[in-house]
């Protein structure tokens, strides 16, 4: 790891900049190599990956893995996969579900890690912040809408909805998702991922 890079995270690892407003206090979990072809942008950690500081360490990241078809082993191997949620802390809890990230952390700390990931050919944006950040042609549209799109993956970014149980109901109405973006999704996987093809 370049010694900038090693500096950079060490940096984020010891931010505290929301340390005021975060219920649990500051935990940045970010996962983050300049040699990742693939990138991972989430919104913010839950409670399960506050504790254990590792991301997507839970049903949401079980359901992740099983959609891009890899196991824990290259998902957690930060060469070839960068995960940059949001927000890099856990928000805490709101009346229907985790807060949103703070708005603090991306304009702190975005800009200079995707300034170094320049190896990156995959993306896969989770969520409307992340869409929004990421994908602004895309904002205000629908997340239905927008996912659906026969230019969804084209380019090498994927707009997808939150792998998280909340979202079953919505997987359950939109059977296409499985059907027609998950193969999509799976062979872009293979081939950046794990070298296939």
């Given at each position: 790891m370049p ?14 900049i ?17 040699e990742?072809?693939t ?17 997507f360490?839970d049903a949401?990241?079980d ?42 952390c ?13 190896s ?12 929004d ?6 904002k205000?549209?629908?997340?239905t809408g ?7 993956g ?12 909340r979202?079953?109901?919505w ?27």
């Amino acid at each position: 790891m370049p010694s900038t890079e090693h500096a950079l995270l060490a940096e984020i690892r010891r931010c505290a900049i929301c340390a005021d407003v975060l219920p649990f206090g500051p935990r940045p979990v970010v996962q983050f190599s300049s040699e990742a072809r693939t990138l991972i942008v989430g919104q913010a950690p839950g409670r399960k990956v506050h504790e254990s500081g590792v991301p997507f360490d839970d049903a949401s990241g079980d359901r992740l893995r099983e959609w891009m078809g890899i196991d824990r082993d290259a998902f957690y191997d930060a060469r070839r996969v960068a995960i940059l949620p949001m927000g890099f802390c856990y928000p805490g809890t709101g009346k229907s579900g985790d807060l949103p990230p703070r708005p603090e952390c991306a304009p702190a700390w975005r800009h200079k890690l995707l300034a170094m990931a320049d190896s990156i050919e995959l993306t896969l944006v989770i969520g409307s912040y992340a869409r929004d950040w990421h994908l602004r042609e895309l904002k205000g549209k629908t997340l239905t809408g927008a996912v659906r799109t026969e230019e969804n993956g084209t380019g090498g970014t994927f707009l997808l909805p939150h792998p998280s149980p909340r979202n079953n109901i919505w997987l359950s109405k939109n059977p296409w998702f499985e059907a027609e973006i998950l193969p999509r999704l799976r062979r872009a996987v293979a081939r950046v991922v794990s070298g296939e093809g």
